[in-house]
């Protein structure tokens, strides 16, 4: 009677389907990859440490090119009495910004009291044949400038008397600016405060003219 062993293949030798040789092969085949990966590596180390250090000479090179700089050019110093002296002169001019601010605003206040006052002692002065066109005040009320017309040459000048005796006008020495003849009379400009010519001279003079 015979008896089949169904399990003998499990005790059979399996060959690998790799020989010894070419193992060994591989295996040298590795070790050769391995030692040129680490060549390149130690190669790429060396470059990569020549460069660091030609950077780092150079920072240092760099570094002491800057040191000589400030020794040779050190940094401005600003002086504290200049500080001081900018600032007073600063304080100085907003002062005097203030006081010239106040000033002219009392030269205006002066100014618009003057014309009141101008204005209405000019209502008090009548001439006949003679009327004004413009009134102008000026240097804080020092300075008068009268415009206007008149038919007849000795309209003025009677004008001009009537207008000094009024203790407004009093200090005031009117001199003719300007005088031009038309067909209806004429036109003129007196001030109080320019050194023209005299009144009675222009009007010997437009006489002349007629």
Do not use: C
Request: no cysteine; hydrophobic share 45%.
């Amino acid at each position: 009677m015979q008896q089949i062993n169904l399990y003998l293949d499990e005790f059979k030798h399996i060959e690998p389907s790799y020989g010894a040789n070419t193992m060994l092969l591989l295996a040298l085949a590795s070790v050769l990859g391995a030692g040129v990966v680490s060549v390149i590596l130690a190669s790429l180390m060396w470059w990569w440490q020549g460069e660091l250090a030609g950077h780092q000479k150079q920072w240092q090179a760099w570094q002491q090119d800057l040191q000589v700089a400030k020794a040779r050019y050190p940094e401005p110093q600003v002086d504290a009495r200049l500080v001081r002296s900018i600032t007073a002169v600063k304080l100085d001019i907003e002062r005097n910004r203030k006081v010239l601010q106040y000033l002219h605003s009392r030269q205006l206040d002066a100014e618009h009291q003057s014309f009141s006052v101008y204005l209405l002692a000019l209502t008090w002065v009548m001439e006949k044949d003679l009327w004004l066109t413009e009134v102008k005040i000026s240097k804080g009320g020092a300075s008068l400038s009268l415009s206007g017309r008149a038919l007849t040459a000795g309209a003025l000048p009677s004008y001009l008397k009537k207008l000094s005796a009024i203790e407004v006008f009093a200090d005031m020495k009117f001199r003719v600016f300007e005088m031009n003849r038309e067909k209806e009379g004429l036109t003129f400009v007196v001030s109080s405060d320019r050194e023209e010519k005299e009144l009675k001279d222009v009007l010997e003079l437009l006489s002349g003219q007629k």
